[in-house]
């Protein structure tokens, strides 16, 4: 008896371990269920925060990408603003300067152009030939005193109007406006350069300007004709030269 049970034990060890293996271990179960849910919800989590990063991200490089249009634009516009200022000085110093170097003007005396500032002033033509009067008028405009020279300017048309200054007072008359940014006033001063006093040296002038005063009205294509009409008619000028400068900015949607 006890030599068969000592032959049986082995044989029940054997048969109740091949009945419950390691990996059916309820305790070894759960805590593989454990760490399976735990990796499920890590992804979850983890994709949840890279989508909301990347849509941070997308939202960043669009306010980013709306500034940097905004500075481009801003800069834009600052350039031409400048680029336009400086234009309007460089021009109207150029043209003081020729003007002033022409030989059929001579400088007055400086006891005549008293003289002739005073009667632009107060508008009496005695004592005052149209040559004074003229530089009287054209001392003011040189002294930035625009308003002032826009009345002796008027003035010295209305008292002669047959001179052969008088193409070039229109001209400067219209030039008082066009300094002040005043384009829909100085544009038909300007054109009537080019109507009344056909034979005048400042028509090119005066066509240069009617197109400054387009572009900057916003009739781009009145203004280009009539730059392109100046570098053709006039090809040897100043202002032919300065209305290419201007084309090139048109043509180049600056």
Same mark, same amino acid.
């Given at each position: 008896?006890? !030599?068969?049970?000592? +032959?049986?034990?082995?044989?029940?060890?054997?048969?109740?371990?091949?009945?419950t293996?390691?990996?059916?271990?309820?305790?070894?179960? #759960?805590?593989?269920?454990?760490?399976?849910?735990l990796? %499920?919800?890590?992804?979850?989590?983890?994709?949840?925060?890279?989508?909301?990063?990347?849509?941070?991200v997308?939202?960043?490089?669009?306010?980013?990408?709306?500034?940097?249009?905004q500075?481009?634009?801003?800069?834009?516009?600052? /350039?031409?603003?400048?680029? =336009?200022?400086?234009?309007?000085?460089?021009?109207?110093?150029?043209?003081?300067?020729a @003007?002033?170097?022409?030989?059929?003007?001579?400088?007055?005396?400086?006891?005549d %152009?008293?003289?002739?500032?005073?009667?632009?002033?107060?508008?009496?033509?005695s004592?005052?030939?149209?040559?004074?009067?003229?530089?009287?008028? +054209?001392? @003011?405009?040189?002294?930035?005193?625009? /308003? /002032?020279? %826009?009345?002796?300017?008027?003035?010295?048309?209305?008292?002669?109007?047959?001179?052969?200054?008088?193409?070039?007072?229109?001209?400067?008359?219209?030039?008082?406006?066009?300094?002040?940014?005043? *384009?829909?006033?100085?544009?038909?001063?300007? =054109? #009537?350069?080019?109507?009344? *006093?056909?034979?005048?040296?400042?028509?090119?002038?005066? !066509?240069?300007?009617?197109?400054?005063?387009?572009?900057?009205?916003?009739? #781009?294509?009145?203004?280009?004709? !009539?730059?392109?009409?100046?570098?053709?008619?006039?090809?040897?000028?100043?202002?032919?030269?300065?209305?290419?400068?201007?084309?090139? #900015?048109?043509?180049?949607g600056?």
């Amino acid at each position: 008896m006890k !030599m068969r049970c000592a +032959f049986l034990l082995p044989g029940l060890l054997l048969a109740g371990c091949a009945t419950t293996p390691p990996s059916e271990d309820p305790v070894l179960i #759960k805590v593989t269920e454990m760490d399976d849910r735990l990796q %499920r919800v890590e992804r979850v989590t983890g994709n949840d925060s890279l989508m909301q990063l990347a849509a941070q991200v997308d939202q960043m490089q669009s306010e980013i990408r709306e500034l940097r249009g905004q500075v481009e634009t801003l800069g834009h516009q600052s /350039e031409s603003a400048s680029d =336009r200022q400086r234009d309007q000085y460089v021009d109207i110093d150029q043209r003081l300067q020729a @003007l002033e170097q022409q030989p059929s003007l001579p400088v007055a005396r400086a006891g005549d %152009r008293a003289a002739g500032a005073v009667v632009a002033t107060s508008g009496s033509s005695s004592g005052a030939t149209d040559r004074v009067r003229y530089e009287a008028a +054209f001392d @003011l405009l040189k002294e930035s005193r625009y /308003e /002032e020279a %826009r009345g002796a300017f008027q003035q010295f048309l209305g008292d002669y109007p047959d001179s052969n200054l008088a193409g070039h007072s229109q001209y400067w008359l219209a030039e008082t406006y066009y300094v002040g940014q005043d *384009y829909e006033a100085a544009l038909p001063e300007f =054109r #009537k350069v080019v109507d009344r *006093y056909p034979a005048s040296r400042k028509i090119p002038d005066a !066509m240069l300007k009617i197109g400054y005063c387009r572009d900057e009205l916003g009739d #781009k294509r009145g203004a280009r004709d !009539m730059l392109v009409t100046v570098t053709r008619d006039y090809p040897e000028t100043t202002a032919a030269r300065l209305a290419g400068q201007r084309l090139e #900015k048109l043509d180049g949607g600056s």
